[in-house]
């Protein structure tokens, strides 16, 4: 069965830095891109950045550059997103999703990793 | 950045109806290339994490039903159902992926009358 499986909650200090893992299940890593969204409480979907992870190549939103890094394990079979300096507004439940080669369309989603940032 | 608008936001459906929505993009997502349109429809159900239901415009994922469909042209985009039911009920998401950023409308909640 083809799934993402993330890992779990976090509780994050203003200012700290946060790592998501986002391991593929059933489908070898390598074969299909990686996408990291979130979505704060009540609202929208954010896309954040994208990763390739037979080469490594990534992109990144405007809004997030600088803050977030997107790695990979091949190893392992697993993606992370890391994101830097955070803030309330970083309160969120961030996805992994795979992408379909060639900037494809998010056809598995992982469950979500809920992450709050509190003083 | 390429904004995507949705309308409406709210879309209280009554069952065995049709209903639709409308995406619009501030830029076209027509790649000359090759002709496909890059919009997806995602939903997410409540409580749970999205799934892609439409891909490149009209393109069903598998397991949507047939009743589910995506048109449109350039930087206009419809999704319809045909028939609503009671498992359609969610937030319905349009994303452009023709460039860097990706990026979503705002969503629109459907909800049984």
Redesign the interface.
Known sequence: QVQLVQSGAEVKKPGASMKVSCKASGYSLINYDINWLRQASGQGLEWMGWMNPENGKTAYAPKFQGRVTITRNTSVNTAYMELSSLGSEDTAVYYCARGRSGFGEADVWGKGTTVTVSS | ?IVMTQTPLSLPVTPGEPASISCRSSQSLLETDNGYI?L?W?L?KPGQ????LI??LSHR?SGVPDRISGSGSDTNFTLKISRVEAEDVG?Y?C?Q?IE????????TKVDIK
Not at chain 2, 49 to 52: A, E, G, H, V
Request: zero cysteines; glycine letters at 8%.
């Open positions: 950045d890059y997806d995602y997410q994490s999205p799934q892609l891909s490149t994922a937030v998401y994303m992926r860097f950023p990706f990026t979503f409308g705002p969503g």
